[in-house]
C-alpha cells in the first residue's frame, strides 16, 4: 500500500487480525469518575467487566467482549465525559496530519511503559481525540 502525503498507510482489517494496524480504528475508551469504587461496581454489576489494577490505583482498565480495551479514570476536575482512542501506526506522524488539518495539541506524545503511546489532539470543534500507538511486536 502506498503512504498518503503525511507516510501514513492505511492497512485493512485483515492486516489488523494478524498483528498489524488498522489506522483510525476505535481501540481504546475511557470513562471518568469522580467516585472510582462506586464506577467500578456499577459497571461490573451492569457488563460483567473484570478490572485490573495495573497502571496505577486511580486508572482501572478493561476489555470487552470484543477485546476493545477500556478504562475507568478517577479525575479530580470531573465534567462528564468519554474518552476515545483510536489506533496508529505512529502518533507522530498522525498529530502532525491533524495539525495540518486545524486541530491542536492536547497532550504530546506519552509512553505507557509495556503497552505504547499515546497523544491527544483537540479536533476543530473543540473535541478531545486520542490516538494510541502500539508497542511493536
Known amino acids: 500500500m502506498k503512504p498518503d502525503i503525511h507516510g501514513i498507510v492505511y492497512r485493512d482489517t485483515a492486516n489488523q487480525r494478524m ?11 475511557e470513562i471518568f469518575t469522580k ?21 496505577g490505583d486511580e486508572y482501572l482498565m ?12 478517577k479525575v479530580d476536575n470531573f465534567v462528564p465525559s468519554i474518552g476515545l482512542y483510536f489506533e496508529v501506526d505512529s502518533c507522530d506522524k498522525f498529530m502532525l496530519k ?3 488539518l486545524g486541530a491542536s495539541t492536547q497532550k504530546e506524545k506519552t509512553e505507557i511503559p509495556g503497552h505504547g503511546w499515546y497523544s491527544v489532539f483537540k479536533d ?5 481525540i486520542g490516538l494510541f500507538q ?4
Open 19 to 29: 498483528g498489524g494496524t488498522v489506522s483510525g480504528t476505535l481501540c481504546h475508551y
Open 35 to 55: 467516585n472510582l469504587q462506586r464506577a467500578e461496581k456499577f459497571y461490573t454489576d451492569l457488563f460483567g467487566w473484570k478490572f485490573d489494577r495495573n497502571i
Open 62 to 73: 478493561f476489555s470487552t467482549v470484543d477485546g476493545t480495551g477500556g478504562a475507568i479514570a
Open 98 to 100: 491533524a495539525n495540518s
Open 124 to 128: 476543530p470543534d473543540g473535541n478531545s
Open 134 to 137: 502500539r508497542l511493536a511486536k
